[in-house]
């Protein structure tokens, strides 16, 4: 095996014949030529500095700083922390593998830790630490794990639609049967609503049992103040605009709840009457929209927290919620949308924004209310017995047209974790 020296010495002759300029054999970047052109000298220094996997290969290459390392891999270029690198070793003393958890203090490792000894092979990274502790990771999983190649994918791959686009994807319904005793069913399903936001199941007997039991097939579902299963008529028993017979515009439910549920499941069980129809708005299919045109606007939306608030004093149901947040919810370190926050009705008095900030949120609220009002992204459903829809809150918003007569509709909310979870055993990406 080559010494360090001698592997320097064979980098700066290939180099320096790629140039043709001659070459010291020190190798050393202090010594060459005064006359050598600034790139060159730059390429020449880095050289001296990055370490390779092997002379032939430029697959993997790292160099050490004072607090960090830093790596080259698949083409991807990584820092990582020295904290970072001992918190997360893998070692059995470490991380129970059993669990899937950390065992390792991490209050207890020493902020100025360094690694005494540093070597990469095709496949591994290792670390060698003061007290003789060997941490090894292997290059594919640090890739997928560094703050780099986070910021290069996505949370949850989505296709963002409008009216046309869904009609011509042609989403195909699962049967309910399929649904509830197959895997295949369900898997089919929950693509279906975790590339779209709404999934539809049909054949499921319109009864509030039978949509119980389909809601609980994909997850728990959310008790809330409305109670844990509720029918929906135009009794307005509660003190909501939703329970009369009055149209709806867009909008996403509870967003008065510090954390706004996640699924909606509406099963209509019967109407009498005309009208009715449900509509249907990709929200952030919307939110992309005002991104590519106005994108000081969709910062404003995703920055700025606003209050949202139900009161209720109907019967015996009496109810304050408040909940607070950007009408956008973006993870900062890829800029991905993941919840809209967006209910005209419900928002509150606007008292957590400066003056001279207030009116630029008004504008680009108004930029989103546009893109979300356009006719060319409504899809407009007529809900009928039998056929029970899925929505994600978090995603897509929901109204209705007015209505006639007796209509009755049944649902709950999903816990949003739980539905990811079912997702995530059947081999989703969620």
């Known amino acids: 095996m080559l010494a360090p020296s001698q592997l320097l010495r064979m980098w700066c002759r290939r180099l320096a014949c790629v140039f043709k300029m001659p070459c010291r054999q020190s190798g050393s970047t202090r010594h060459q030529s005064p006359r050598l052109p600034h790139d060159r000298r730059t390429i020449l220094a880095a050289a001296a500095r990055w370490h390779h996997t092997a002379p032939?290969?430029?697959?993997?290459?790292?160099?050490?700083?004072?607090?960090?390392?830093?790596?080259?891999?698949?083409?991807?270029?990584?820092?990582?922390?020295?904290?970072?690198?001992?918190?997360?070793?893998?070692?059995?003393?470490?991380?129970?593998?059993?669990?899937?958890?950390?065992?390792?203090?991490?209050?207890?490792?020493?902020?100025?830790?360094?690694?005494?000894?540093?070597?990469?092979?095709?496949?591994?990274?290792?670390?060698?630490?003061?007290?003789?502790?060997?941490?090894?990771?292997?290059?594919?999983?640090?890739?997928?794990?560094?703050?780099?190649?986070?910021?290069?994918?996505?949370?949850?791959?989505?296709?963002?639609?409008?009216?046309?686009?869904?009609?011509?994807?042609?989403?195909?319904?699962?049967?309910?049967?399929?649904?509830?005793?197959?895997?295949?069913?369900?898997?089919?399903?929950?693509?279906?609503?975790?590339?779209?936001?709404?999934?539809?199941?049909?054949?499921?007997?319109?009864?509030?049992?039978?949509?119980?039991?389909?809601?609980?097939?994909?997850?728990?579902?959310?008790?809330?103040?409305?109670?844990?299963?509720?029918?929906?008529?135009?009794?307005?028993?509660?003190?909501?605009?939703?329970?009369?017979?009055?149209?709806?515009?867009?909008?996403?439910?509870?967003?008065?709840?510090?954390?706004?549920?996640?699924?909606?499941?509406?099963?209509?069980?019967?109407?009498?009457?005309?009208?009715?129809?449900?509509?249907?708005?990709?929200?952030?299919?919307?939110?992309e929209q005002v991104l590519r045109q106005a994108p000081d606007q969709f910062e404003l939306l995703s920055k700025v927290p606003l209050k949202h608030e139900y009161v209720e004093n109907v019967g015996d149901c009496h109810n304050h919620m408040i909940g607070v947040g950007p009408v956008l919810n973006v993870y900062p370190w890829n800029n991905e949308l993941y919840l809209i926050r967006y209910n005209n009705y419900d928002r509150a008095v606007i008292n957590t924004v400066p003056y001279d900030v207030v009116h630029r949120w008004y504008a680009a609220h108004r930029t989103l209310t546009a893109e979300l009002r356009r006719p060319e992204n409504e899809l407009w459903v007529k809900l009928k017995p039998g056929k029970a829809l899925f929505i994600d809150n978090w995603r897509v918003l929901h109204g209705r047209e007015a209505f006639t007569g007796y209509r009755q509709l049944c649902g709950c909310y999903l816990t949003r974790d739980d539905v990811l979870n079912t997702a995530r055993l059947l081999g989703l990406q969620a």
């Open 56 to 287: 032939e290969s430029l697959k993997c290459a790292w160099q050490l700083h004072g607090d960090h390392l830093e790596l080259r891999y698949a083409n991807t270029l990584m820092r990582f922390d020295f904290v970072w690198l001992r918190d997360h070793c893998r070692s059995a003393s470490c991380y129970n593998a059993k669990t899937n958890q950390r065992s390792l203090d991490t209050a207890s490792v020493d902020l100025g830790i360094k690694p005494k000894a540093v070597r990469v092979d095709e496949t591994t990274l290792f670390l060698t630490w003061p007290d003789g502790h060997v941490t090894r990771y292997g290059l594919e999983w640090l890739v997928k794990n560094s703050y780099e190649g986070q910021k290069q994918q996505v949370m949850h791959p989505r296709i963002l639609w409008n009216a046309e686009i869904y009609r011509q994807a042609q989403v195909p319904s699962v049967d309910c049967r399929s649904f509830l005793e197959t895997d295949e069913g369900l898997k089919e399903f929950l693509q279906n609503f975790l590339l779209y936001g709404i999934a539809f199941v049909e054949n499921v007997t319109p009864t509030k049992e039978d949509t119980e039991i389909l809601a609980e097939r994909v997850s728990l579902i959310r008790e809330t103040i409305y109670g844990r299963m509720w029918y929906f008529t135009s009794d307005f028993s509660r003190g909501d605009t939703a329970y009369t017979k009055l149209a709806l515009d867009r909008h996403t439910d509870t967003t008065y709840f510090q954390e706004p549920c996640g699924i909606q499941v509406f099963h209509c069980l019967k109407h009498e009457g005309t009208g009715g129809r449900t509509l249907l708005v990709d929200g952030f299919y919307a939110a």
